[in-house]
């Protein structure tokens, strides 16, 4: 399987230009351990010398890292993340193609659910202009399942990759499916991502 290294619970994954729907969402391993160091350190609320302490290597060496300057082995790498309280794991690479075009836009429709860290799964959210033009500076509570189809209703037919990767978390999609109100074009460009009818014709099953 087709996967990248990740620091679980609260780093947030780098993104990647979300612009090209078929570039998938991800940098080369070198970039992902540089960015995930990064943010376990922070979320970990240390700093450079603390971790390093902790990791039992030095403060250059663990800023080189961080800055691309030099490259650590996945060993060092997952010893470093395990000292700030992460784990190293692996996820699917998500990639966004074109699957449908609904009033002139195109479906952008990931090849795989994305999953959200449950804080930010169930976080209280306002969404961006572009998604809510209509009830701007509204604040949905993401924990009420009412509140939470329509947020969710809002990014399958407004947002775009990097919507869909903030918001959305894949098993409470599937929980919802059948209750959103959605157009018939997104839905059914979505419809098999979401019922796992996609994996099960890529042979997967």
């Known amino acids: 399987m ?4 990740n620091a679980t619970s609260r780093v947030v994954n780098a993104g990647s230009d979300l612009l090209n729907p078929l570039y998938p969402i991800g940098y080369s391993r070198h ?3 540089q960015h995930l160091l990064v943010g376990a350190r922070q979320a970990a609320g240390l ?3 603390s971790l390093a302490k902790l990791a039992g290597t030095s403060r250059p060496t663990l800023s ?3 800055h691309g300057r030099k490259s650590p082995t996945l060993e060092t790498a997952a010893r470093i993340i395990g000292e700030a309280g992460f784990e190293l794991s692996l996820t699917p690479r998500i990639a966004f193609h074109e699957a449908a075009v609904d009033r002139g836009r195109p ?4 090849n795989t659910l994305p999953r959200l860290p449950l804080e930010d799964a169930l976080a209280v959210v306002e969404l961006p202009l572009h998604l809510n033009w209509s009830d701007r500076g509204r604040r949905f509570d993401l924990r009420d399942r009412r509140q939470r189809a329509r947020v969710y209703e809002l990014v399958l037919r407004e947002g775009c990759p990097l919507d869909v990767l903030s918001y959305l ?3 409470l999609l599937i929980d919802l499916w059948s209750e959103l109100v959605l157009p018939v074009a ?3 460009a979505w419809n098999g991502v979401v019922t796992g009818q996609v994996k099960e014709q890529a042979g997967f099953s």
Do not use: F, K
């Open 47 to 49: 700093s450079q010398a």
């Open 64 to 66: 080189a890292y961080e």
């Open 107 to 110: 479906i952008l429709v990931p």
């Open 169 to 171: 978390d894949g098993a």
């Open 186 to 188: 997104v839905r059914a």
């Open 31 to 33: 970039m992902d351990l």
């Open 2 to 5: 087709t996967g990248v290294a």
